[in-house]
């Protein structure tokens, strides 16, 4: 379901018919998203990453561990798909920076 999703993100809005091309039960798809059981959680994870930058799929954020507040402390951000040698790149530079 996911990758059919991501594959037709303009029609994501119909995701019982996308559900029932799978052969997945429509109506405890529709039933679970009519419930927003989830959309509190998935509206915090939006804002959090909205607050580091991020704005689309895929992101990584390099980050590291802060002693003082127990969270992570962000150090790079990288949007979209990449080869290796970019997030090589990317960790190698942070670890410079951190000496």
Known sequence: MRDRLFANPQSIADAASHAAALGLDSRKLDGCLASGKYAAGIRADMSQARNLGIEGTPSFLL???????????????????????SFQSMIDKALADLK
């Not at 002693?67 to 990449?82: C, Q």
């Open 63 to 85: 980050a590291i561990p802060d002693a003082a507040s127990g969270k992570l402390k962000p150090l790079s951000l990288m949007s979209g798909a990449r080869p290796f040698s």
